[in-house]
């Protein structure tokens, strides 16, 4: 897989910061997943219940956050991860899941092509342009027909507030960060023939607010934020539902 993604959590040391200091209990990122939570539940249950089965596959599935908290919901889940390091940790999480390390994009038949269920969290924005939407072309085939569903997430949309943030540190720090905007990500998804039939944003305070005195005041607004739609394109997270074309 041509991306940074790849080779980014190769290491234990990485793969531990994201665990413990990326998903601290009071980080940004874990604050946003406690209001993303309830809705990604509601989603895959409410889709599994209108088949007699359902076979889930969560795609760069990581330490298993997702599929730890999905698993329960559906007849089989699949976890497909390049790191290593990433799937031991999982292993530790999920509880009847079958957990695979590999590159889809070089062996595709890692995973077989009946799922009905995709999940795909934190892995778009961190990979390159052409590797997005390839993966996403893959991800389509393994899903049985037209009745499949793909739930994935951007978690840096330059619509936001973030972008603000990231402007700053760009110009003061010389960072560069990853961002995508809501145009530009229903451009990916029809590239990789997928079309969108829902999606939600989650957080319009910018993330580095989380990390001051004024957290909880933060929490507060983006709880309330994440139910008004209107809101939904200026959300530093956005999450999409997608169906094949």
């Keep these: 897989m041509s991306s940074g993604y790849a080779t980014r959590f190769q290491t234990e040391e990485a793969v531990k910061e994201y665990e413990q200091v990326e998903y601290s209990p009071n980080s940004y990122?874990?604050?946003?997943?406690?209001?993303?939570?309830?809705?990604?539940?509601?989603?895959?249950?409410?889709?599994?219940?209108?088949?007699?089965?359902?076979?889930?596959?969560?795609?760069?599935?990581?330490?298993?956050?997702?599929?730890?908290?999905?698993?329960?919901?559906?007849?089989?889940?699949?976890?497909?991860?390049?790191?290593?390091?990433?799937i031991k940790i999982a292993a530790s999480k999920c509880k009847r899941s079958e957990l695979i390390v590999g590159d889809i994009l070089q062996n595709p038949d890692l995973v077989d092509d009946q799922f009905d269920i995709i999940t795909c969290f934190r892995f778009l924005l961190n990979a390159e342009s052409q590797t997005r939407i390839d993966v996403l072309r893959v991800l389509r085939s393994k899903l049985v027909s037209r009745n499949g569903i793909l739930v994935a997430n951007v978690h840096g949309n330059s619509w936001s507030a973030r972008h603000l943030a990231l402007l700053y540190r760009k110009w003061v720090?010389?960072?560069?960060?990853?961002?995508?905007?809501?145009?530009?990500?229903?451009?990916?998804?029809?590239?990789?023939?997928?079309?969108?039939?829902?999606?939600?944003?989650?957080?319009?305070?910018?993330?580095?607010?989380?990390?001051?005195?004024?957290?909880?005041?933060?929490?507060?607004?983006?709880?309330?934020?994440?139910?008004?739609?209107?809101?939904?394109?200026?959300?530093?997270?956005?999450?999409?539902?997608?169906v094949p074309a």
């Excluded at 997928?194 to 709880?223: C, E, H, N, Q, W």
Aim: charged residues 20%; positive net charge; glycine residues 6%.
């Design 29 to 86: 990122s874990a604050k946003i997943w406690s209001l993303q939570k309830p809705i990604v539940l509601r989603l895959i249950e409410d889709f599994a219940s209108t088949r007699k089965e359902s076979r889930l596959l969560d795609f760069a599935c990581g330490t298993g956050r997702i599929l730890s908290t999905v698993e329960p919901l559906v007849s089989e889940s699949v976890g497909l991860d390049i790191s290593p390091s990433m």
């Design 173 to 242: 720090k010389g960072e560069i960060h990853n961002e995508m905007s809501p145009p530009e990500i229903t451009r990916m998804f029809h590239a990789a023939g997928f079309k969108i039939v829902r999606y939600y944003g989650f957080g319009i305070i910018p993330p580095t607010l989380y990390r001051t005195p004024l957290a909880p005041m933060a929490f507060k607004v983006d709880s309330i934020a994440r139910d008004i739609h209107i809101l939904r394109s200026i959300s530093v997270d956005l999450l999409y539902v997608c």
